[in-house]
C-alpha cells in the first residue's frame, strides 16, 4: 500500500470537498469572495435597518413642521444633521422615508415583475408553437410603447396611490424578464430530466413548477437585483414630474425634485442624491457579484 504525503493528502481532501459542494454551496463561496458585493450587501442591510427603525427613533417626525426653522443649514442643533426643508420639516428623517419608500417601491415592484415575467415566459417556453408565437408578440407590442408614457398613462388612469405605484411600474417592467426565462426554458424543454418526467405522465405545470423554475432561478436572481435600481430609477422620475408618491409622504426622488427647486439650499439636494447613490451602486454591485458568482462558465 502507498503511503501519501500530508500535503498530498490534504490536496485530495480538499477536491474531495470541493467536488462534493453543490452548484449553490459553490455561488455562495464565490460570492462571498467578492469584496465589492460583501461591502454592498453589508452597506443595503444597514441601511434597510435604518430606512425602518430610523425614523421611529428619530426625534422628528417626517411630516412635522417647524415654521421658524424654515430652510435651516445643517446643525446639531435641535438634531437638525440634514438640515431642514422649506417648509421647516427635518430632512434626515424626511430622507429616511424617502429611502424607505423607494426602497419599497423598487422591491415590490421587482416582486410584481418577477411573477408575471417568470410565468409568463415559462408558459410560452415551455408550450411552444402557436401559443409561444401569440404570446411574445404581446410582448412585442407592449415593448414597441413608450416605458414612461405608458406608466404615467397608468397613474394617470387609476390614481397617485402607493400601491398603484408598484403595480404600474412592475406591469411595464416583466417584459424583459419573460424572454430571459423563456429562452431559458425552450432550453431545457429538451433536457433528458424533462423528457423523463414527461414519459411520466407528469403535467405541464407541474413539470414548469418542478423542473423548469428551479433552474432558471440564477438568471432571475441576478436580474431581479440589476432591476430594483431601475424601477428606483423610475420612481424618481415620476416623484420628478409630480405623478408619484403625494405630501406628506415622499421618496428619494421627490426630495432630489425639491431639492432642484431650491438651489440656494445646496443639502435639500446634497443628501437626498448622495442617499440614492449608494443605494443604487450597491444594488448593482451585487447584482455583479451574483452574476460572476452563478455564470457556469467562470467555474
Sequence with gaps: MIALAPSARAELAEAAAVKGRSLWEDARGRLFRNKAAVASLLVLGFLVVLAIFGPMLWPHDYATIYRDRVGIAPTFENL??????????????????GLRVSLAVGVIATGVALVIGVIWGATAGYLGGRVDNVMMRIVDIMYSLPYIFF???????????????????????WLTMARIVRGQTISLRRKEFVEAAEAAGVRGPVIIRRHILPNVLGPVVVYATLTVPVIILAESFLSFLGLG??????????????????MYK???????????????????????????????KDR
Design 266 to 296: 445646496p443639502w435639500m439636494l446634497l443628501f437626498p442624491s448622495i442617499v440614492m447613490m449608494i443605494t443604487l451602486l450597491a444594488f448593482n454591485f451585487i447584482g455583479d457579484g451574483l452574476r460572476d458568482a452563478i455564470d457556469p
Design 80 to 97: 437638525h444633521i440634514f438640515g431642514t426643508d422649506a417648509q421647516g420639516r427635518d430632512l434626515f428623517v424626511r430622507t429616511l422615508i
Design 245 to 262: 408618491v403625494q405630501e406628506p409622504l415622499t421618496s428619494l426622488g421627490k426630495l432630489i425634485s425639491n431639492g432642484a427647486d431650491d
Design 151 to 173: 406608466v404615467i398613462l397608468l397613474m394617470v388612469t387609476f390614481g397617485k396611490q402607493l400601491v398603484l405605484i408598484f403595480v404600474a411600474i412592475g406591469a411595464v417592467e
